[in-house]
């Protein structure tokens, strides 16, 4: 039976709860001070009072605890301070069956109804055992992480009653440790107070301490882990210092000695034992000397200076062997190892002597010559080219003749004495004769712009000083024709180092500009690896293939990268994303190729200057091979030409039968085949007989007659097929025919490389419709049906219909016109075709056909007028190729074949230069071939 009291109960601010057992001192306002001790001194016996704790600020929970007050103390004197301590024991649980009338304010002293829960008999032995191992547990745990002695003095004690106490002292036993530990959360304490039964008391004590034992175990292993990897980290960070230090103390007393470092580069090893794979704390230490002389070189106040001491800094305090690092000594190798044109070290490094030398365009006349054949024209640009390079870089020597700008000296009004600025930087390179300078013609170097406080003039730095801007070239032309040869060339004229960037197939702008260094395994931008591999900041960089770089995608844009490398108001300070310090391209001269100028973005184009190279003749051909291609394989395959002869017929036969293209690598690469076949029949030989000298090869009936193994140097054109296999463009001659309906016109392809293409048409039982395949773009589709609509309204003219108002397609049978340019696969665009496409229609529906030696190209208008096309060079070249002896061009091309084709190509074929249709239909056909009922003029006024 439970007992129901009035009761004076004051309530516990929250997070406060009293348990039984548990002891609390509590600060209260007068009013409930000087009301509690009324009470006290009204009460006879020691009072006790219940407490409740507050859930929140206007709310109490359902559970308390009865409380004696064994003391309370009022405030020592009336000042303004009115606080009182009250002392309280919590002696049992109590009840509040009514906590609904509030609101109720924390540290109050009100009266509620309270209810002693009835005495519970003594705890089931079931719920006593898992609450002794628990709190056993718990304990133990306590007291093996108290810190104080005292402490744990206490948990050891507690632990050993709880295994003496008595079963039905146990719930009391859980009072005194859960009020004991205070970590236990507010809710927990909160719940753990309402549980009156004693099996339930224990249950839930036994939750509490099973929780908290975890937590403490979990805490104890986060802060193990953590201590012992720092502790990992200093150990391993003072036994390099210590090593580090060994390492210095035995290099100084090796050096004392005069004995060789060991393990030091060049130096002997010291004992048999010893090897280079036992060097690496001496290289280690070696590489970072070296890292930071190059440091030191670099430029006062520079960015990349700057840069470098940070990062520096920041290796120096970071253990070797952790991959931070590996990753900033990365960082700092690339940074130190680019040429900085500031830099001391390269300040004078340009190859200005080369530009200075009077005869420097004779000789770079002659380098030209040296390595290329033809190209007159082009020669002549690169001349122009080379002869501004110098002009620019000379005239900015004499503008900025040193690191430092030498100005008339004109003393200010509080001017120091002259020689007592000490900011003064040291001029590189700067002899006495420069200091007589000074002194004579009183002149004062002024400092440094870097160094200046004050805005420095619109100069660059340093070298950047000198820089020269000369224009973008841009070679374009077809594979082989000598694009990339031409650009080593210029580097070898220049005397500057060559480095290759291929940009065929770049999609992600990193390539060009590099990865972040958040990125793992980031790394520099081909820019910067070439600059690097260049070692010098004025290298010639070929930027191969620029159309066919890819453009703006999800991995950002890589055109916009080059434009910034290629615009010389921006290069002075290009930003690669791995070195994050503004690098000065300035002094570079780039030299771009492309095959063709479609694909190149109008931007880039704007930037460059564009030098065509549009393949070569059979007889320029047979010119570079004999001069220049054959010596190259021969050397490169280690024999000399008294080994190998190829003789001029075997050589043609190779540039026409093996080869078909504009430039002349197929050829190099087929000459290189018969030389290696050449090769191995000389070895052979050579180990046969014993002869190693060719000189003392007896001649071939000598060889015969003696019935041993022969080696012939000739090379004819009937061993061709022996030894490249058959000749591959037999065949397609042979192919080309005089057909109905079938008409040649000129190409020129993707690769830059001019060609012809047969237009294949038919006619199928239809409904009048065209039919046009071959992998067709809008404009090539368009001119054909213009084409076929000049046909049909020509068709009465041309004596196809009978009436003027006749279809040709639909009488005197309906047709469909089937139109199939071959090479499915290649894409094919542009209105060039339209007089070819025009004939072959007129041929498939006339039944006269146009000669197989004849090619054609050029644009058709409704009207039948002929317009000018592009690429008359290689298109003229590559029906020359093709043994086309006969070529229709429209007539506003005439000016590109006078200029552009070579006359040895003029003088073998035959140009007929068009403008209007019927001109076209009379030089395709022949003349009177085709009937035509005359009256043109009517015609055209209709239409
Ligand atoms: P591209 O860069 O235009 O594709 P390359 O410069 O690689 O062509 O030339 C291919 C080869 O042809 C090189 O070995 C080059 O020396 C040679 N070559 C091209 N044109 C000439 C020429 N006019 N005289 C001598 N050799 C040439």
Known sequence: MSRSTLLPVLTLPNPLVLLPTARIQ????EAVGTRLIELVQRSEVQLVIGTVPCTSPTTIHQWGTAARVVRVVRPISRSSQRVYHVTLHGLSRIHYPDTSSGPFAPNELIELQAEYPPADGPPSPESIAPFRAAASKLLDSLAQDATQQSRRDVYVKISHMIEEVSDDRAPWMADVIVAGINKIEYA????????????????????????????????????QSIDESLSKQQKEFF??????????????????????????????????????????????????????????????????????????????????GSVEHGVIRNYLEWLTSIPWPSSAAYANAASTDKLKDRAFLANARKQLDEDHYGLEKIKKRLIEYLAVVRLKQLQAEREAPADTALVPFTPPANAEPEGGNKSHRRVEGADAEAKDEVKDRRLVKVPHPANQPTPAPKQKRGFAAKAVKGPILLFVGPPGTGKTSLGQSIARALDRPFQRISLGGVRDEAEIRGHRRTYVASGPGSIVQA???AGR?????????????????????????LLEVLDPEQNHSFNDHYINVPIDLSQVLFICTSNSLETISAPLLDRCEIVQLSGYTYDEKMHIANKFLLPKQLKANGLTPDHVTLTQPALMHIATHYTREAGVRSLERAIGAVVRYK?????????????????????????????????KKLVEEHELEKILGIARWDEEELHREERRGLVYGLVVTGMGEGGILPIETTAVPGTGQLKLTGSLGEVIKESGELALSWVKSHAYDLYITKLRSQDPLKFPEPIDIHLHLPSGAVKKDGPSAGIAMTCAFVSLLTGACVPANVAMTGEVTLRG??????????????????????????????????????????AEMQFVFVRTMEEVLEAAFGKGVLNWRGNMVVMESRL
């Open 679 to 711: 090769a191995v029949e000389w070895a052979e030989y050579s180990d046969a007989t014993g002869i190693t000298d060719v000189a003392s090869l007896p001649s071939l009936e000598v060889q015969e007659k003696s019935k041993g193994k022969t080696y």
């Open 537 to 561: 900041p004025d290298p010639v960089i070929l930027l191969d293939e620029v159309d066919k770089i890819g453009q703006s995608n999800f991995h950002g844009d890589p055109a916009a990268a």
């Open 239 to 320: 036994l390099r210092q210590q090593l580090a230090a060994i390492q210095r103390e035995l290099n100084n007393l090796n050096r004392s000695s005069g004995a060789p470092i060991v393990g030091a580069p060049g130096s002997a090893p010291s004992s048999g034992s010893s090897s280079e794979l036992d060097d690496n704390e001496q290289s280690e230490a070696d590489d970072m000397a070296e890292i930071r002389a190059k440091i030191e070189a670099m430029a006062k106040d520079s960015e990349e200076r700057k840069m470098a001491v940070r990062e520096w800094k920041r290796l120096q305090r970071i253990p070797s």
């Open 26 to 29: 509590l600060s209260l306002d």
């Open 865 to 906: 007028r002929v317009g000018p096309v592009g690429g008359i060079k290689e298109k003229v070249l590559g029906a020359h190729r093709a043994q086309v002896t006969k070529v229709i061009l429209p007539w506003a091309n005439r000016k590109d074949v006078e200029h552009d084709v070579p006359l040895a190509v003029r």
């Open 188 to 223: 927990d304490k909160l719940e753990y107070l309402s549980a009156a039964g004693s099996d339930d008391r224990l249950r839930r004590a036994t939750e509490l301490f099973v929780k908290q034992a975890s937590i403490t175990e979990v805490t104890k292993k986060i802060a």
């Open 531 to 533: 600059l690097r591999k």
